[in-house]
């Protein structure tokens, strides 16, 4: 580490002396070895509205308010999921393995024409399994559209929890 340290200090001194030395300059170096995941990348270039994007985002991370991390918080909330009342519901869970979820999906996938089933891996694996192998622009259509369903999803299960409404496949699917 402070072999690094002392090489990075020498080339900002070297950048201060030959007078190209900006704050720009100074935050690309931060940048220098980093590696952008393209997991993320596909989130945020996704078809989808802001605030659907984001709520990507926190799926990738694992950090939606699920029953799971309402129980870390130590905040009262009942652990089952609402959709299929069958197991405990984490982001995993609700994202990718909740029957709702699997038989919402097939809708989806059914009604905009895309191949593939819910990737066994990850949730990552199966954005970016849904990002390879078209155009810029078909790839950015498919990840919005498992974004979009991420989220209609969510919101049917805040609809069950607070409202009291039957979850519906169909309506998500539409």
């Not at 580490?1 to 200090?9: F, K, L, P, T, V």
């Not at 990737?119 to 498992?146: C, F, K, P, Y």
């Amino acid at each position: 580490i402070c072999i690094a340290n002392c090489s990075s200090q020498i080339l900002i001194m070297t950048m201060i002396s030959q007078g190209i030395y900006s704050a720009q300059s100074a935050y690309k170096f931060q940048f220098i070895t980093y590696q952008q995941d393209l997991t993320f990348r596909a989130n945020w270039k996704a078809q989808a509205l802001p605030k659907q994007r984001f709520f990507g985002w926190l799926v990738l991370h694992k950090r939606a308010l699920t029953a799971e991390n309402l129980l870390i918080r130590h905040w009262e909330c009942d652990w089952i999921c609402p959709l299929c009342i069958s197991a405990f519901e984490d982001t995993e869970h609700l994202s990718r393995e909740c029957d709702f979820t699997r038989w919402t999906w097939h809708l989806v996938a059914a009604a905009q024409n895309i191949q593939g089933t819910i990737n066994q891996t990850s949730l990552a694996q199966w954005m970016m399994d849904l990002a390879h192998g078209s155009n810029r622009t078909e790839s950015r259509r498919r990840v919005g559209i498992l974004i979009k369903t991420w989220w209609h999803i969510w919101l049917q299960r805040n609809a069950k929890i607070f409202r009291n409404q039957e979850p519906n496949s169909s309506r998500v699917a539409q």
